[in-house]
């Protein structure tokens, strides 16, 4: 006997074989019961459901001579001729390729004739999208008022291109995905009677990639049985070989990935994607499989009930609740975001592997990095706008389950051994005379000592500073990020202010063209393009020059970048070596005058006044928690 595919020779024969369509069952099952049977039926799904088997099955019931509460004999003659596809009274047609005006002629010619044995002259059409529009028309009356012993059954895939027209004379019923539990359990059902070897996760993974269809699953296990020859059942077939052969991630790789994202180790990420590059998957369903990882992670994180809403096994479910667990529940949907923006990115990218190391690597980036309501809820804690209660909570260490090792491909890996193990003892010989290198790191005591010899060679210079050229172009050796970085600034009063400094003409111009030249040696061409240009010297009091600036002669944009915290620093800083302990302070010059002094009532904190003010306890934390500094404040006078 010819052999016989699974998915025919284990097709439902009945309404109670049918898997995930109990709706449809319920329905035409009470339908025959109660003699409520109408002229025409459209089922409508997506591939291998179900929808041409409940057409078959229903004409069986429809005919059967031992009805049997809806259901059919399956014994009788009617029903044996249906099932082998022979009978006078069932015609099955092709809408594919009997879509002209022609073919539906015969079937109109056909339905004044009764049936020869059964009770019902039943026509199933599949695929009837594919039926013309002049080939519908010529169908319309005979379907609006067919004879009482013509039944039409209708089936397909794309309801929209069936004219509305007929969809309004049809009883219309949408079969649903078959969820992955249901179709494992049928494959097992389906292994145990043909004594096949097969292990659960394998079952699982053919269910996930048979997108909700039973037929799309009993052919891939129908493959599976082929290429390991477990037929006999000696062999069983495993989760790895349905893996390597559809090219499909594993449960394992999917969790190790997003483990390895909540972890910030992006090394473990990446390691799975070599394995998958290695292997020639299809990362693009790996990142669609990914994000409907992330979906169920989601789910088992927030939801009390998640099985409710998830199609995976018992042992996903656990990886699930492990990881939900361990990860904050806005961390997983912030991760799902950054994936779900990326979608169609990934999908037109011509490079996928590069696409999706970046696209991990953003996410994890993102995951881990401040994120701004956090600030702002701080700073509105702080302020007193909000209570203590509303401070979110610190960012915790992740407790993920261990990294399991993911087999790579073994014949890349064993060559690679044995050139590696004879250079190995020499490498190891090595490192032992150089193990005293690493002792002469007590090299940072020597850094400090070039600070304190700065305010020692000022003196030396003193007749220097007044001669400055207007145009300074050597001192190589200076290194103005390194000063500005440090935070051990000398304290300058009236007694230990270089004599240099105070005898010097300390005029606001004068000042604000020796700032200029600062900028030149501190190689600060930025901020000296910004600031020397429209910027006017207003005065110079207690340490504390004065710049005024109009919107007419500067750009707010330069405004803006002036005033940001890295650029203050370095001008500040910059300041400090014209002036020990001086300060800038940028106003707006308006209509009426500075605008400090329009908004009176209030001062620039002197230098003391600003320490004090960042010790205390509210600002204190605020800088130990976002890493800030206070570069200036003011005072109510």
């Known amino acids: 006997m010819a052999y016989q595919v699974l998915a025919r020779k284990w097709r439902p024969q009945t309404f109670a074989e049918m898997v995930g369509q109990e709706h449809l069952a319920r329905t035409l099952k009470n339908a025959i019961r109660q003699n409520r049977i109408g002229h025409a039926y459209l089922f409508v799904g997506s591939r291998g459901i179900g929808k041409t088997t409940t057409a078959r099955i229903f004409a069986k019931a429809l005919n059967c001579r031992h009805n049997q509460d809806g259901e059919p004999c399956c014994q009788c003659d009617n029903c044996l001729e249906i099932a082998q596809g022979n009978s006078m009274d069932v015609i099955e ?16 010619d056909g339905v004044q004739y009764t049936p020869v044995k059964g009770k019902y002259k039943i026509y199933i059409i599949d695929e009837v999208h594919m039926l013309t529009t002049a080939a519908w028309n010529a169908l319309l009356k005979t379907l609006e008022e067919p004879p009482e012993h013509v039944k039409f059954l209708f089936a397909t895939t794309e309801p929209h291109k069936v004219l509305p027209t007929i969809v309004s004379r049809c009883q219309r019923f949408d079969l649903r995905r078959i969820p992955v539990p249901l179709i494992v359990q049928r494959l097992r059902q389906i292994c145990d009677g043909e004594h096949i070897a097969v292990e659960d996760a394998a079952l699982t993974a053919i269910a996930r990639a048979a997108d909700g269809g039973m037929r799309d699953a009993q052919s891939i296990l129908d493959q599976m049985i082929a290429f390991c020859g477990g037929a006999d059942g000696s062999v069983a077939v495993s989760e790895q070989d349905v893996v390597n052969v559809f090219g499909l991630a594993s449960g394992q790789e999917l969790s190790e990935t997003a483990a390895a994202l909540f972890a910030n180790d992006l ?38 009930d998640a099985s409710r809403y998830l199609e995976v096994s018992e042992t996903e479910m656990a990886d699930l609740l492990a990881i939900g667990k361990a990860v904050p529940p806005r961390q997983i949907q912030q991760a799902l975001q950054l994936l779900l923006a990326q979608e169609w990115s990934f999908r037109t990218a011509l490079n996928k592997r590069l696409y999706l190391e970046v696209v991990l690597s953003r996410v994890t980036t993102e995951l881990h990095s401040v994120q701004l309501d956090d600030i702002m809820t701080h700073l509105n804690v702080l302020g007193g706008f909000l209570p203590p209660q509303e401070l979110p909570a610190p960012n915790h260490t992740v407790n993920l389950p261990p990294s399991t090792r993911i087999d790579r491909p073994t014949p890349m890996a064993k060559p690679v051994v044995p050139p590696a193990a004879a250079p190995a003892p020499a490498v190891a010989q090595k490192p032992q005379p150089l193990a005293p290198e690493p002792r002469p790191q007590p090299e940072p005591a020597p850094m400090p000592a070039p600070v304190p010899p700065m305010p020692a060679v000022a003196p030396q210079a003193a007749p220097k500073p007044a001669p400055m050229p207007a145009e300074p172009v050597a001192m190589p050796e200076f290194q103005p990020i390194p000063e500005y970085a440090s935070d051990e600034q000398p304290e300058y009063s009236e007694q230990n202010i270089p004599s240099s400094v105070l005898m010097s003409d300390s005029n606001p111009a004068d000042l604000y063209q020796r700032l200029l030249n ?3 040696y501190a190689r600060e061409q930025k901020l000296l393009d910004m600031i020397g240009h429209g910027f006017q010297p207003i005065s110079f009091e207690n340490n504390l020059l004065t710049l005024g600036y109009s919107f007419n002669d500067v750009d707010a944009d330069d405004v803006r970048q002036l005033l940001d915290a890295r650029n203050n620093v370095v001008l500040q800083m910059v300041f400090r070596k014209v002036w020990p302990n001086g300060k800038i302070l940028l106003c707006r010059i308006t209509e009426d005058g500075l605008e400090e002094t329009v908004h009176k009532g209030q001062r620039h904190a002197t230098e003391d006044e600003r320490k004090e003010i960042a010790e205390r306890p509210a600002i204190h934390q605020l800088r130990q928690a976002l890493n800030l500094e206070v570069i200036d404040a003011r005072i109510k006078e």
Request: proline share 0%.
């Open 518 to 520: 600062e900028l030149g």
């Open 267 to 304: 090394d473990r990420a990446f390691a799975v994607i070599q394995v998958l590059a290695d292997g020639g998957r299809d990362l693009e369903r790996f990142f669609d499989d990914l994000v409907g990882f992330m979906r169920n992670l989601m789910l088992a994180a927030t939801c009390r």
């Open 93 to 108: 047609i092709d809408g594919a390729s009997h879509n002209k005006v022609e073919d539906i002629r015969d079937i109109r």
